[in-house]
């Protein structure tokens, strides 16, 4: 089993749409948690934290469930600009970062 | 500040030659990660040092893979002799804090 899995998509939808991403992890002594952004042939950029009581950022929103050992990204309003692939990441130890394979977003116009 | 440096940017070489790749970190980030991504997966972790020593290496392939950081600064990633399955792009990331993670443009390798 896979230490965070994703669903790859590709998920195409229309601009202005709101779309969300699932992602689960196997290790319940993992410590913290993020969404990395992706743009093509770029290097991945962190998004934003994901916290247990839940936390906004402008259109994007990102709720984690320890007990199900479950993490999800919302985001709302969607641009066009917001197409890329969205990592799950799971902090283990001492900064070790481990990253799912990524789902890949499509904003159509 | 200044990102994470990486070279070459793209580098195509033959199966079972050598290869080198060359990372400097942002300025006072004492943690230094490689990390190999394959087309269509997510960054895999090879390495992480702390300052000059290994924290991490479990998942490096140690019979083809080695990495270093002299004086906890600069580091270079090499593998030797390459084999097709290692075309990927190698990524470099420093942090200093527990969140601050910043990831290198990262190096394109193509083995044919």
């Known amino acids: 089993r896979k230490e965070v899995e994703q669903d790859p998509g590709p998920f195409n939808v229309p601009e202005g749409a709101t779309v969300a991403f699932n992602c689960t992890y196997s290790?319940?002594?993992?410590?913290?948690f993020f969404w990395y952004r992706q743009d093509c042939r770029k290097e991945p950029k962190l998004l934003m934290s994901?916290?247990?009581s839940g936390n906004e950022d402008g259109r994007f929103t990102a709720q984690l469930n320890r007990a199900s050992q479950y993490i999800s990204l919302l985001i709302r309003d969607s641009k066009l600009s917001d197409s890329a692939t969205y990592l799950c990441?799971?902090?283990?130890?001492?900064?070790?970062?481990?990253f799912g394979q990524g789902t890949r977003l499509t904003i159509n116009p | 500040e200044a990102g994470v440096a990486q070279s070459p940017r793209y580098k195509i070489i033959e199966k079972r030659q050598s290869v080198a790749f060359w990372c400097n970190p942002i300025?006072?980030?004492?943690?230094l990660y490689w990390y190999q991504q394959i087309l269509g997966q997510g960054p895999k972790l090879l390495i992480q040092?702390?300052?000059?020593?290994?924290?991490?290496d479990s998942q490096l392939p140690k019979d083809r893979f080695s990495a270093e950081r002299l004086k906890g600064v600069d580091s270079t990633l090499k593998i030797q002799p390459a084999k097709l399955e290692d075309s990927a792009v190698y990524l470099c990331?420093?942090?200093?804090?527990?969140?601050?993670?910043?990831f290198g443009s990262g190096t394109r390798l193509t083995v044919v």
């Open positions: 990331a420093s942090s200093r804090t527990e969140e601050g993670y910043t």
């Open positions: 290790n319940s002594a993992s410590q913290s």
């Open positions: 994901v916290y247990s």
């Open positions: 990441v799971v902090k283990q130890g001492a900064q070790k970062l481990v």
């Open positions: 300025s006072g980030h004492a943690t």
């Open positions: 040092f702390q300052n000059n020593g290994v924290v991490d």
